[in-house]
């Protein structure tokens, strides 16, 4: 995700390296002459040297070059910031408004997130009721048994798998009160339709069939009972395929007219497979949101991370002494500002 800054942003960005280069024009390395202190009260560390020089009166009135205000900022300090909320590793630098564009980017990103998968999630639970409201296996098992004999008598097709034995006392609509014998005897009649399906062919094409029902529930029966014209004869308004005189057209649900559409596929199929469709889109937008959420989190862990390096590189103050007559040594501090 691209970080950018507005032109307000921009001007204060260019306004602060103007200063930053005039500074270092005039000097690159300004030393401050301090009384001379005796060497046993002068600093030993940088950190303590720091704030002795923000507390020592350089005798001149004047103050240092520039404010040391904040000293030095921690670089995994601003990376971990940053890492668990964009924009606060850019507040602990400073950086108001590029933190603030940060954070109601991650804002946005979540609110995307949890209104794209729960408007997923929705449409899945919604599509899974009409599935086991108005998709039947039973029905299409029965279809498919039809399906085989019509093979045979009309293209003279060898089937050797027995039919499908339908079971009783199994209601498809309410697979939540299922219990384990049920769930048994239902995966028992789905390998039997299984074995089936592995010796079909279409009458137009001869091609065999592509696909296998896979097992009751399982997140690709939910998918292909609406994407393949095969399990149309399941859908509860699909039209009768035999009566007194035989087969119907409707045996085949492949059946096409002149402009190659299925006359035979119903409305139900076609209502299925837009709805789950639409929810599949919902949920692959959110899944690309939370990828952008990370690499949000990522950049801006990043960006405060180097600024800080940054800003520790740029102003660094050391604190020197040096020797004056009489054999006193006087403190001095450097500052240097680097690019």
Known sequence: MNHTFNSASMDRVCIALILLFALADVSVAQVVSFSTVASDALPTDESSARQWLLNTNTGTGDELPLSFTGGTRSVPLALGLSIVVPGAGQAYNRQWIKGALMLATDVALISGYSVWRTRGRNGEDAFRAVAHADWKPDQYAMWLND?????????????????????????????????????????????????????????????????????????????????????????????????????????????????????????????????????????????????????????????????????????????????????????????????
């Open 147 to 339: 399906y085989a004999d019509f093979l045979v008598a009309d293209h003279g097709a060898v089937v050797t798998a027995p039919d499908a034995v339908i079971p009783s006392g199994v209601d498809f609509s309410n697979p939540e009160n299922w219990n384990v014998e049920t769930t048994v005897v239902v995966t028992e009649f789905f390998e039997q339709i299984r074995a089936i399906e592995s010796q079909m062919f279409h009458p137009e094409t001869g091609a065999s069939f592509s696909h296998r029902l896979p097992f009751f529930g399982e997140q690709q029966y939910y998918e292909l009972i609406g994407k393949y014209f095969q399990f149309a004869p399941g859908w509860s308004d699909y039209a009768s395929w035999k009566d007194s005189n035989g087969f119907t057209i409707s045996i085949d649900p492949e059946r096409s007219d002149g402009n190659g559409e299925k006359i035979n596929v119903t409305d139900s199929f076609y209502d299925y497979a837009s709805d789950h469709a639409h929810s599949q889109t919902l949920l692959r937008r959110a899944s690309r949101v939370s990828a952008f959420l990370f690499v949000n989190h990522v950049l801006a862990a990043a960006d405060a991370a180097v600024f800080s390096k940054l800003h520790n590189d740029r102003i660094a103050a050391r604190l020197t002494v040096v020797p004056v007559e009489d054999g006193k040594i006087s403190a001095a501090a450097t500052l240097r500002i680097r690019f």
